[in-house]
């Protein structure tokens, strides 16, 4: 069943925009790119594969965790050793040094839990990484493993057992204020980055912890509020980035504050039964922090451990257990999967001998901070070659106190990590290019004599170049997309003042803005952490060429994508329309597409080939990319899937990534294979998933938006 491979070449714009008009009689250059249905189906050679005698275990989950067995079995011997008392000790929390405490109990150590997401919180003398949505932004798997085994040694560097992150809630509501904390607004993408992040975190003895299971996309009403997702989306959309992490042997899980379908998600049976018999999840369920609501319903939904105190699973449980409503099995089963996790990651054979005030931050994670401040570093628009500043430019004005008295790091809340010293764009700029060129400084962003003054200070320089920061953090949603108005105000005076006005943004997000089309660029650094300028600078100056990729949708309108909601109950009606995914659906323009980021060097995509891949069920896309600049860079090509209409899914749905790093004029061969579940769909009826036969259409290219390469297949389907 292997199919010959198909090789085609990208139809020249002029023939697809012929063929385009004659077909729909609209404009060819955005349906070209923005939808399967648009494409002429004639212009793309098939290629079939029949699935339809493979196992379907294939769609389904979850390989069990390296060493499962032998932790399982030592777990048992510990649990036949202990007391009730002593199990119930293991399954609440105390106060202590760490935002999450586990006393010590039956000859076991006490458990050290901190946040979070990105690095060790609330202590000193540690690294300052970048937010987890710079990260999304490098769509570099390979970095964020590295990054998260450097936050985990430092977490275990000051004692710590438990990290509390990675974070995966979905970026839905582009305002919602904890954003930053996560991967984006893509599934697939988030998935992979998960993965990523949890191996490189556990492999430094830590057990690393998904959060906030489930439906936890918006900080308005948190505590109460109740997300509705119908079956199929909450398994597409937002099970995938935690099915990941069950499959990268996650050793822990943190219930969300919020309610789904009714019931608060830190006793709901529903979703706490898919994360453990479902994706097979062997570990323990913690509550956040004040997320649990009852013992018995709690206890027996499957929620293991109370955190961060002992309101519900303290005496409250212990008198559930002697009246028989929650069983004993069930406290073996909660202390289980606390003592499997522990004992499977190394944790309770090693466990940290460090202190919360050691000293944890070094060179060379300050290198990695910087090298991942610069891999999401995306550049959004460059007219006129007005980056990087080339020798003609003699002069430079700094404008923001974003760019120098006030350097941005990272977004607040649980999430933020104290920086002992962030890098100003200014001070780096200085250092790095003070003999080339003249550096003038302005904050611009004061009272009405401060932006007068920075609008002066611009027009004298050959380059002006504005920082903007947008805060967000835990706790609450931004109001709008908007920037501070002062900054709207002074990036449109600055850029009336000089026509070589480069605006770079410390945003957790989509922004809007009002001044595109009077700048000649535009960097979004996202929240770049304590090496800010050290790895802005050198973009700026042509020494690194950007090479981040958008994680999230830029809208043009806010109402384009689903708003936070101010209501108690936070209908998901959109389904499976998310990010892109609706802007696709409705043929909607965003002002910058996800996936997408520009290089100052060009990337020609060519030869889509596409054959059975290596594993049962998959397939496999080959291509070239060639660098037509004169610079080297790394582009990342992009796989999108159209499924056949009859799936009813969104136009294009990400399914495969690939950076390739590439000398100038270099060309390279590349491959990207799509697992058979990949091409899985979530059948409500049957609860569970199956591959739909019919046409399908893959589609390899730059962005969501820019998608060069097409091939049609046809595939007798799996199921349902
Ligand atoms: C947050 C969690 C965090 C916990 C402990 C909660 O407010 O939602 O993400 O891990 O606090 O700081």
Redesign the pocket.
Known sequence: MVPPAVQWQPMSPILRCILAVALLGCGCLRDSKSSPDANAPDAFPMASFDFSGLDPLLLSTTAAPAGLEVATARANELLGGMSLDEKLCLVRGVSGAY??NVTATAGLPALTLQ??PAGVARFGDVTAFPAPITLAASWDPDLVQRWGAAMAAEERGKGVMVQ?GP?MNMVRAPAAGRNFESFGEDPFLAAALVAAEVAGIQSQKVVATA??FIGNEQETNRDGGDSLIDERTLHEIYYAPFEAAVNAAVGAV?CS?NRIGGTYACENPATLGDLKSGMGFSGWVMS??GATHSTVASANAGLDMEMPDDANFGSALAAAVAAGSVSQARVDDMVRRILVSLLRLGVLDDPPTGTPATVVTSAEHSTLAREAAAAGVTLLQNHDGALPLDATVKSIAVIGSAGGDAPYSLGGG?AYVNAGNVISPLAALQAQAESTMTIAYARGDGDDDDQEQAVGTASAADAAIVFAAVDST?GGDRDSLALPAKTDALIAAVAAANRRTIVVLHAPGAVAMPWLDQVKAVLVAFYPGEENGNAIAPILLGADNPGGKLPVSFPRAAEDLPAVSKDQVVPYSEGLAIGYRALDAQKIEPLFPFGHGLSYTTFAFADLGVRAGAAPGSIALDFTVKNTGAHAGSEVAQLYVGFPASAGEPPWVLRGFKRIVLAASESKNATIEISIRELGCWNPDAHRRYVPSGTYYFAVGSSSRDLPLQARVQIQGLGP
């Open positions: 935002v999450g946040d979070g509390l974070m959060k906030h943190m504050y956040d922090w649980s835990e």
